[in-house]
């Protein structure tokens, strides 16, 4: 062929498209064949640098007619490019062919030029391409690389080979101020550098930006991974002196079945799994099950159930009287809240916890409030002497600066004495958040409303603490009756005597028994509130109790 028709066409053939090195197969093989070559190969190495933090290097055969070739004959071009890269062109002639002569080295070198510039084209929107689904940091795939990567694999019909995990490192914050922002960059691409020589073929690791992680491990390999994403060792340098660092993630792990069918159903799984991982104490790692995933079903379905219920009257005020020990008299009620839904009542523990999450609590704390302020005034106005009801509060409310005003406005509402009403809240050790307790407690002092301190005991119970509580009431957990008859109870007499001391009324929960009674009455716990009595039970019913006002001995021994 004409040499301009040859270099035209070649040309014109790179220039159909820019995406692509397999073209270059395409159009040197009439060059290939005018000129006796057997094979093209391009090297290229690029220092680190801007667009790619860990730098390149790569070799590719880019044109072979699978005929053996004399490597003697290899004729080089070389090219530097803009970010102090390297590009080399390499060609070989057939075996047998003679060496290539000056006057073919001078007509191929144009052949070279179209060659370099359409690397650098492919080079330039492949890189774009790399930068929108990787990181930039540690070079491993973004959130959309690892999308992108679980997509192929269900294409491929491979994911159900992998578990799915989702980690942050844990008080990383803590790095970053000993090391500052550069050197803890170096140790997250020491860190990733570290998890990735644990992968094996088909599994992938990904950086979601900030700590956070994600990884498709095999399944065989689960427990492995987490091990190693429990401490992993690495180092960080300030000023001459390496400081060993150790990192430690929380992880959330989805075990992938068939009903994955995209990248986003296992990145929404992983995330609620690490959630679960960050709020469960003590514990690295959470492996979402089935019936985890069913119960975060059931809680999104509350959450998202909770205006309509509320609408539809459905969340009911449910009381439990408080018995004095010494004559069975009531003496006191909790209002405990209800949810009946479909014909069926969901017990608080369910969805308090996800109300609490979601912040909707603090509504449904105000309306039983409300409901309890209401319920009062119906007792008085049918001259019944109601006894004071503790509502819970949950310490969500703290934040609110206006809890007080708001509780005693719907207080004035209803026109309720505040000796009728008692607001329970547990004990906390967050200092910023003890400090808040302490300024709603002296709020309500001064409106003459008592507090209650509950579940006392089953958290991080300080009985100092309690000096600095203006508290009335302390409700002792029902943890702490359980034990009544098997470990020791000098504790238990201790906070008692302690609580009494400090002028404090002490309602025991819980109980159950008459032997754990009998041991509350000896420990001068003066008032109780259990199933030996009653359980929770609607207005209607609790009515008829506060009549009587007092429960008969007999009959308590009897149905026990
Ligand atoms: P709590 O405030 O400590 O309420 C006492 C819980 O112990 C109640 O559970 C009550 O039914 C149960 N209980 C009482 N005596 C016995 C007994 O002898 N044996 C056993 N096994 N249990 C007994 P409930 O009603 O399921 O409420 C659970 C928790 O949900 C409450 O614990 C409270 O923390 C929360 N809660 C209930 N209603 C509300 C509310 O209106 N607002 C807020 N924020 N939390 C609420
Ligand atoms: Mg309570
Ligand atoms: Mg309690």
């Not at 290097?57 to 044109?63: F, H, M, N, Q, S």
């Not at 930039?136 to 080979?161: D, H, S």
């Not at 998890?195 to 065989?220: H, P, W």
């Not at 509950?454 to 203006?470: A, E, I, K, W």
Request: proline share 3%.
């Amino acid at each position: 062929m004409e040499y301009g028709i040859l270099l035209s066409e070649f040309i014109q053939t790179l220039a159909g498209t820019d995406n692509s090195l397999a073209i270059i197969a395409q159009a040197f093989a009439a060059v290939a064949e005018q000129y006796g070559i057997g094979e093209l190969k391009g090297t290229f190495s690029a220092p680190p640098g801007m667009c790619n933090r860990q730098g390149e290097e790569r070799a590719d055969v880019l044109y072979s007619n699978g005929a053996s070739v004399d490597r003697s004959t290899e004729y080089c071009n070389t090219y530097r490019t803009g970010e102090n890269g390297i590009v080399s062109f390499f060609i070989y002639k057939l075996q047998g062919k003679p060496a290539f002569t000056e006057e073919e080295k001078k007509e191929l070198k144009p052949f070279f030029d179209a060659l370099f510039i359409h690397f650098g084209r492919y080079r330039m929107i492949h890189s774009l391409q790399r930068m929108g689904i990787t990181d930039n940091l540690t070079g491993l795939p973004n959130t959309g690389g690892f999308m992108a990567y679980i997509n192929e694999c269900v294409r491929k019909n491979e994911l159900t080979q992998y578990n799915a995990f989702y980690f942050n490192l844990e008080r990383f914050s803590l790095v970053n101020k000993r090391f500052g922002v550069n050197e803890t960059d170096k140790i997250i691409i020491r860190y990733a550098k570290e998890l990735s020589r644990f992968l094996v073929e088909g599994e992938c690791l990904g950086r979601m930006g900030g700590d956070n992680f994600v990884a498709l491990i095999q399944k065989a390999r689960t427990y492995e991974f987490l091990e190693l994403i429990a401490g992993v060792k690495t180092f960080g340098i300030i000023g001459n002196q390496e400081f060993p660092v150790i990192v430690s993630a929380i992880a959330g792990v989805i075990e992938i079945d068939e009903s994955v069918e995209h990248g986003g159903m296992v990145m929404d799984d992983c995330r609620m799994a690490y959630n679960v991982a960050k709020y469960s104490e003590n514990k690295a790692y959470t492996f979402v099950s089935q019936e985890i995933k069913d119960r975060l079903y059931k809680e999104k379905q509350y959450a998202s159930r909770f205006a309509d219920a509320f609408e539809q009257k459905e969340f009911k005020t449910y009381y439990q009287p408080k018995v004095q020990t010494e004559d069975y008299v009531i003496v006191g009620a909790e209002a405990l809240v209800r949810w009946e839904h479909d014909g069926k009542l969901i017990p608080p523990g369910d969805f308090i916890p996800v109300f609490e999450r979601n912040g909707m609590v603090c509504k449904l704390d105000f309306f039983m409030l409300e409901q309890v302020c209401k319920d009062i005034k119906r007792w008085l106005e049918m001259g019944m002497e109601p006894v004071r009801v503790s509502v819970n509060f949950s310490r969500m409310h703290l934040t609110n600066p206006r809890l007080a005003d708001e509780i005693m406005e719907i207080m004035r509402t209803y026109e309720t004495e505040s000796k009728y009403v008692e607001i329970e809240l547990t004990e906390t050790v967050d200092e910023a958040e003890s400090e808040r307790l302490i300024a709603f407690m002296n709020r309500m002092k001064e409106c003459d409303v008592a507090m209650s301190i509950d579940d006392f005991g089953s958290g991080y119970s300080s009985l100092n603490l309690l000096r600095t509580f203006p508290v009335d009431v302390l409700k002792i957990d029902k943890t702490f009756i359980d034990t009544i008859g098997r470990s020791d109870r000098i504790v238990l007499s201790n906070i008692i005597r302690m609580a009494t001391e400090l002028e404090m009324d002490v309602v025991a929960e819980g109980v159950e028994t008459w032997e754990q009674l009998e041991y509350l009455k000896q420990m001068n716990c003066n008032v109780v509130q259990g199933f030996l009595f009653d359980r929770p039970m609607p207005r209607e019913q609790y009515e008829i109790k506060l009549q009587s006002k007092a429960y008969n001995p007999e009959l308590i021994c009897k149905s026990e």
